[in-house]
């Protein structure tokens, strides 16, 4: 866990290089093992037990001694889900990983559509830990220096600097990997992505699960653009293939 102490320059160039991480988790022997296997491979963790604790962290990450906001936020399930869908609708796009217990599992898709990015099912090894919270990291760091200014397609049209979307005139809420798979076909018009290339693109390679978790991305990405999303006119399976738009 982070110490005043230990704000040297060279600890914040490190921890600069490295990333910071909030971990909210209310077991303690999880806490322990979870914020010292981070700290290990060099990242800042700031550590909280309670939701109630973390939100003058979330809200004013650059208070906490280091000058650079949160680059990833891990949340047990306890707290997760009400603290996802409070950031999403405040326009923070922080990576946000869920792990909670096995019983939990099959609501994990509660914790994806509320704005989480990932969720990891307790017990899991630290090897598979530290592969998702790397990923989830990467992923927030691609540069988009060469964004355009804004992609359209029909009635949809994407401002990849601001992170928004209108369908016809009116802004549309989207998770981040929902704006992320939008943005993604919208670049490529008519391109025909699998399962597969979608994962490493926007899930990334470090990624382990099951390659469903596209679909049902893509179904919720069709009931907030579709009239009908049973017969979509963006998001089109190509059956044998995967998915393209238009």
């Not at 707290?79 to 990983?97: A, T, Y």
Request: aromatic share 10%; with cysteine.
């Amino acid at each position: 866990m982070f110490s005043p102490e230990l704000s040297t320059s060279s600890y914040r160039s490190n921890v600069r290089a490295q990333g910071q991480i909030l971990l909210l988790e209310n077991e303690q022997p999880w806490r322990e093992i979870l914020s010292l296997a981070l700290e290990e491979q060099g990242y800042r963790v700031i550590v909280v037990s309670d939701g109630r604790d973390a939100l003058p962290t979330i809200q004013n990450p650059t208070s906490s001694f280091v000058e650079f906001p949160l680059n990833l936020m891990i949340m047990d399930s306890i707290n997760g889900l009400d603290l996802c869908r409070m950031l999403r609708h405040q326009g923070n796009s922080v990576p946000i990983l869920i792990i909670g217990l096995q019983e939990s599992a099959n609501n994990s898709a509660f914790y994806l559509e509320a704005g989480a990015d990932d969720y990891l099912t307790k017990p899991f090894g630290i090897r598979e830990f530290l592969a998702r919270c790397r990923a989830l990291m990467r992923r927030q760091r691609l540069p988009e220096l060469s964004a355009p200014v804004m992609l359209q397609y029909k009635d949809v049209i994407l401002y990849p600097e601001e992170c928004r979307v209108l369908l016809r005139g009116e802004e549309v809420k989207l998770s981040p990997k929902q704006f992320r798979l939008l943005e993604l076909f919208m670049s490529y018009p008519r391109r025909v992505w699998s399962r597969e290339q979608l994962l490493d693109m926007i899930w990334g390679q470090d990624f382990i699960g099951d390659s469903k978790t596209v679909d049902v991305h893509i179904r919720w990405l069709r009931e907030k653009l579709e009239i009908n999303p049973s017969k979509p006119e963006y998001i089109i399976t190509v059956r044998g293939f995967g998915y393209r738009l238009g």
